[in-house]
Nanobody, 122 residues
Framework: VQLVESGGGQVQAGGSLTLSCAGS????????MAWFRQAPGQEREFVGA????????YWEDSVQGRFFISRDTDKNILYIQMNNLEPDDTGVYYC????????????????WGQGTQVTVSS
């Protein structure tokens, strides 16, 4: 599956942003789909994921309750809605896919997008 993210930008703290990840080649419904982010000088970190059944979501603690994931299998697009953004949410956000279940490590995912920049100013 090929993945392309979009929707990044600059937003003030407390604001909201929705990112999209368009899949092609295969339906994203057959994959665990995840979002990661990487701040400057930091390692890429897990943000949240939805399993291939589209039922179970799991999140990194700092975004739980602020970020929400959804997918449109007809359009083959994964979304992440990010609310109440904080400066620490700044980074390049990546979409990732894998056919394994319940995974959250960078090394667990085989397919990646190119990333989209999110900048949250205070």
């Amino acid at each position: 599956v090929q993945l392309v993210e979009s929707g990044g930008g600059q937003v003030q703290a407390g604001g909201s942003l929705t990112l999209s990840c368009a899949g092609s080649g295969h339906t994203i419904g057959g994959y665990t789909m995840a979002w990661f982010r990487q701040a400057p000088g930091q390692e890429r970190e897990f943000v949240g994921a939805i399993d291939w059944g589209g039922v179970n979501e799991y999140w990194e603690d700092s975004v739980q309750g602020r970020f929400f994931i959804s997918r449109d299998t007809d359009k083959n697009i994964l979304y992440i809605q990010m609310n109440n953004l904080e400066p620490d949410d700044t980074g390049v956000y990546y979409c990732a896919a894998d056919q394994d279940f319940g995974i959250r490590a960078v090394s667990d995912f085989d397919y990646w997008g190119q990333g989209t920049q999110v900048t949250v100013s205070s």
